[in-house]
């Protein structure tokens, strides 16, 4: 079983930043693939960066540029900063951890973008 918790989001006026954290704990290995989704009010999950065990990333068009996923040299913590926030980033964003084929999900960390 693995756990993950993440933490980090807030209230932010536009242009500002943000910086989320997902610490992982239980069986999880250095093979596992981490990613970020994010799903606003009214509307479906939609993928936002993902992190490959061998490091490389993948991000969605509607973020490139503005957020940055990377994760701690342990394995355990990886992190999504975002910079130049929009209104339209405003959701509930979600750490996935793929361990051995099986998608865990975190809680959700609300992350609202507003003057």
């Known amino acids: 079983q693995v756990q993950l918790v993440e933490s980090g989001g807030g209230l932010v006026q536009p242009g500002g930043s943000l910086r989320l954290s997902c610490a992982a704990s239980?069986?999880?290995?250095?093979?596992?693939?981490m990613a970020w989704y994010r799903q606003a009010p009214g509307k479906e999950r939609e993928f936002v960066a993902r992190i490959s065990p061998g490091g490389e990333t993948t991000y969605a068009d509607f973020v490139k540029g503005r957020f940055v996923i990377s994760r701690d040299n342990v394995l355990i913590t990886v992190f999504l900063q975002m910079n130049s926030l929009k209104p339209e980033d405003t959701a509930v964003y979600y750490c996935?951890?793929?361990?051995?084929?099986?998608?865990?999900w975190g809680q959700g960390t609300r992350v609202t973008v507003s003057s």
């Open positions: 996935n951890r793929v361990v051995f084929g099986i998608t865990y």
């Open positions: 239980g069986r999880i290995s250095s093979f596992d693939t």
